[in-house]
């Protein structure tokens, strides 16, 4: 899920490198937004995640994830 997350930000455009993503372990992943990021996700997006910028791996689909990062690259 992480390798399809990261290949989908690249995919709709993302302007920075992602790849650190792949290689962290577990339910959640830093994704190195900002808490001002976070904060648009959620207001504009719906899209709910950590002040520090963790976001949840384990709620991730293959059918939710090309709207995520959608969503990502707007605030980036």
Known sequence: MRQLFVNTLQEKGA???FSFII???GMFS???LTKEQVLRLREEF???AVASGRVNVAGM???N???LCE???AVL
């Open 15 to 17: 302007n920075r490198d």
């Open 23 to 25: 290689k962290q372990n």
């Open 30 to 32: 830093f994704s190195g």
């Open 46 to 48: 719906g899209v709910y």
């Open 61 to 63: 689909t293959p059918d």
């Open 65 to 67: 994830m090309a709207p």
């Open 71 to 73: 969503a990502i690259v």
